[in-house]
């Protein structure tokens, strides 16, 4: 018990320096009348839908048996002299509504802090010490808008156990995870999986693997170097093996997720039919046009680049390289945006100095630094990782779940106010509300 404390204290003191309340609260109950009849109305000052189009004005939502029955735009505030409608159940007249928003690249059994002891102690944790640390980063996830996350694996698998866990259910953000994510044999990976056992082929391991998992994560090259701006590493496995590997993931009816920086890691991702490319950094213009081509879902993690320039300036190292490889990567990302490629916001959280929730909204504001509108950063937020995971609660429309976020004010100050929204509706009941 007294490393359970102490880790618990770490995680209270790193939510405390990062300026919010250490103190938790559960999801606020439903409205007695709301549960009894199952419906409400909601006006919404402005609608971000969550296809890409423009903040719409004066919106009203009916909401029936947790999904959407109908969207109307130009509708008069119920409050007004001259209001067209009797009163909504929920007035959100003054706030931007949102698609619940989906991470589609943390780590959730992992710490965004960046001391390394810490890191260390929560990786060899017993498992109840995990179970908690994964309880609170999804309460943080939750308190910035997310009711989603896709996970990238990690040493233990312990997300997967977590997710497949019957305790767990009553726990309102969505896990999806990988388990232990496969790497070649003495190449990167060790943190977050294992190699195939020796002599075995990934395609094989993969097929005798009987974790029961929502996706499959390959690493296919290194980690994109801190100290040589540009340098690549080559691929883990060749183009026939991931072929084979992606293969194997599709007879137990998996999409396979793949871990991939420069040209050649990229492409034989790509050509190997995987559904998406996490990181991406310096895989060059040909990579993102096949993407665009193939249907393949890019995940590019900026944020983490941000977070290594804080973190090398706070530590006197040099910081320029991430730097510019965080603004080589918004050029990759306004390259992704004028070729089509659908790109899924993802944060890589649990890096250090990534911390869940906060980073989406880092991540959003990169988006848009890199030239997506607001309405398309929060698509990749939203629809595009959604789709990414075969889920229908990223666009706001009728006959989808009445899955939201509302966020104070109008959308010019979203990116601000998403840092404490104000509710969260999933399936059309509330799990959060700002006190
Ligand atoms: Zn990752």
């Not at 009203?60 to 959407?68: D, P």
């Not at 308190?143 to 866990?165: E, I, K, P, Q, Y």
């Not at 029961?212 to 060749?238: C, M, R, W």
Request: proline share 5%.
């Amino acid at each position: 018990m007294k490393l359970l404390d102490r880790i618990t204290a770490c995680l209270l003191k790193i939510r405390a320096s990062r300026g919010r309340p250490a103190k938790t609260s559960d999801p606020t109950p439903l409205p007695a009348a709301v549960i009894e009849d199952r419906g409400m109305t909601i006006h919404a000052g402005w609608l971000i839908d969550g296809s890409g189009g423009h903040a719409r004005r004066n919106v009203r939502l009916e909401i029936w048996n947790g999904y959407i029955q109908s969207v109307e735009d130009g509708v008069v505030p119920a409050s007004g002299p001259h209001a067209s409608r009797p009163k909504p159940d929920l007035d959100l007249s003054k706030c931007t509504v949102i698609p619940g928003l989906i991470d589609s690249h943390v780590h959730l059994a992992m710490t965004g802090d960046v001391d390394d002891a810490l890191r260390t102690r929560l990786r060899e944790a017993p498992f109840e010490v995990v179970r908690r640390m994964i309880r609170e980063n999804l309460r943080e996830h939750l308190r910035h808008g997310v009711v989603a996350v896709r996970d990238g694996g990690g040493c233990r698998g312990s997300t997967l156990r977590f997710a497949n866990s019957h305790q767990e259910r009553g726990q309102p953000v969505r896990v999806l995870a990988a388990g232990r994510a496969w790497h070649r044999s003495g190449r990167y990976g060790r943190l977050i999986g294992r190699p195939p056992a020796s002599g075995l082929a990934l395609a094989e391991a993969i097929r005798q693997d009987g974790e029961p998992a929502d996706h499959i994560k390959i690493v296919n090259s290194g980690l994109n170097s801190l100290t040589e701006y540009g340098s690549q590493t080559s691929p883990q496995f060749d183009l026939d093996e991931m072929s084979a590997a992606v293969q194997a993931a599709a007879e137990r009816g998996l999409p396979v997720m793949v871990h991939a920086n420069g040209e050649a890691p990229v492409r034989i991702a790509v050509m190997s039919g995987c559904r998406s490319v996490e990181h991406g950094f310096f895989m060059g213009r040909e990579n993102l046009a096949r993407m665009a081509d193939r249907g393949v879902t890019w995940v590019p993690t900026a944020v983490t680049m941000q977070a290594y320039a804080g973190n090398y300036r706070q530590n006197g190292k040099n910081p320029d390289v991430s730097r510019r490889t965080l603004d080589h990567q918004l050029e990759q990302l306004a390259m992704a945006r004028r070729l089509g490629v659908n790109v899924a916001l993802g944060t890589d959280s649990g890096s250090p100095g990534v911390h869940h929730g906060a980073a989406v909204v880092e991540e959003l504001r990169l988006l848009v630094q890199a030239g997506f509108t607001l309405e398309e950063a929060i698509r990749c937020a939203s629809h595009n990782g959604a789709k990414l995971v075969g889920a229908t609660f990223g666009l706001l429309e009728k006959g989808n779940p009445a899955t939201f976020v509302a966020v104070n004010g109008e959308p010019s100050t979203l990116s601000r106010e998403l840092k404490h929204v104000r509710c969260v509706f999933i399936d059309g009941v509330k799990q959060l509300e700002a006190g």
